[in-house]
């Protein structure tokens, strides 16, 4: 065995904006392979950026979940929304919701695509997934799934892709999720 044979580390960077500051830290997460790490990993690895974020005084202790409860934010102006990026070695993607949940072997997850602004019979188009399977598919697969979403409901209703929001829908919540990479998912409370 080589070291061409190990896996690229694995980091995930936080970052935020305080006032005209930008804060950001990275850490990493095991040295395994992507579907190898299971959601408790990625939480894990959250709350620990965010708590660097914190020493740092970029969020405040609730922002950062380091709060018993549900505190509100305790800056005069409310701290920015942390932005979770997952570094690969080769790439940067978006670190979304549905990687920090963890579900069992009957839950689906609805990829959803729909119109920025909402209107009358809005259209949208879908597709369903395993959710165990999705949350274990490599970055660059889940985008292709995406992208396909999104090409059907330009196909069939002649949405142009600047006016396209996508979300993942797992049957309780809705969870950003950035079709075009350039967005990456904003963090809202984890």
Request: with cysteine; net charge neutral.
């Amino acid at each position: 065995m080589t070291a061409l044979d190990f896996p690229a580390p694995t980091m995930v960077q936080g970052e935020v904006h305080s006032g005209d500051v930008k804060f950001g830290c990275m850490q990493q997460i095991a040295g395994v392979s992507w579907p190898m790490v299971p959601p408790t990993g990625w939480r894990y690895v959250v709350r620990k950026v965010k708590a660097l974020l914190h020493g740092e005084g970029a969020i405040c202790a609730p922002c950062a979940g380091l709060a018993d409860g549900d505190a509100p934010c305790v800056h005069p102006t409310p701290c920015g929304p942390v932005r979770m990026t997952i570094w690969t070695g080769r790439a940067a993607f978006p670190l979304t919701d549905d990687m920090l949940t963890t579900y069992s072997a009957f839950d689906r997850l609805r990829l959803i695509a729909t119109t920025v602004e909402p209107r009358l019979h809005q259209p949208y188009a879908q597709r369903e997934v395993a959710a165990l399977q999705w949350v274990e598919t490599e970055p660059a697969k889940r985008h292709e799934r995406m992208a396909e979403v999104v090409a059907e409901l330009r196909k069939s209703f002649g949405v142009p892709t600047s006016d396209v929001r996508t979300f993942l829908w797992d049957g309780k919540r809705e969870m950003p999720y950035a079709h075009n990479w350039a967005r990456a998912s904003v963090d809202q409370g984890r």
